[in-house]
């Protein structure tokens, strides 16, 4: 069974799917309005869990975070997802450099398309992954969202 519930954050309302075991899905933003069919609405234990790590992360007192996760996706996608987990709490990265990292040097642009399709952001740091100029790049969610999510971090930005 998969289970979702929301609460309001300092960037809007978050959406949070999940099963008995792990993460699935974190919608917020632009795409806060993604459904799974017949997923039932209830805030099971893992998903307040999420919400209270959440809540750490946005008032500066959680910088990793230990809730399972579970998403799914070619070869490249889950190389792609799983490099970026290792993106530390107020670094970043540009898709080239990502690109190299998962040894696919003229892969960026496949990497911001993965990116595109991330189903956990935060949990999953997407908004870590910056332009080769450095600057602010794409965002699923909106930009503002990754501009407050990276000068949270202290990472400063530029549009």
């Known amino acids: ?41 209830k805030r099971t234990k893992l998903i307040a869990r999420a919400f209270e790590e959440l809540d750490e992360y946005f008032n500066g007192e959680r910088k990793e975070f230990d809730i399972p996760l579970e998403f799914h996706g070619t070869n490249f996608k889950m190389q792609v997802l799983r490099f970026l987990r290792t993106v530390k709490f107020g670094q970043v990265i540009s ?31 997407c908004h870590r992954v910056i332009t080769s100029d450095k600057t602010i790049g794409g965002f699923s969610c909106g930009i503002e969202i990754k501009k407050f999510l990276l000068e949270l971090e202290g990472v400063k930005t530029s549009m």
Not at 3 to 14: A, C, E, H, R
Not at 99 to 116: D, F, P
């Open 1 to 41: 069974m998969i289970y979702y519930d929301f609460q309001d954050t300092k960037v809007g309302k978050i959406k949070i799917f999940a099963n008995d075991d792990a993460l699935l899905f974190l919608c917020m933003g632009s795409e806060f309005n993604h459904d799974i069919p017949d997923a039932e609405h």
């Open 95 to 125: 898709y080239g450099e990502l690109a190299k990292k998962i040894h696919r040097v003229n892969a960026a642009r496949s990497v911001g398309n993965t990116l595109a399709t991330n189903p956990l952001p935060i949990f999953i740091p």
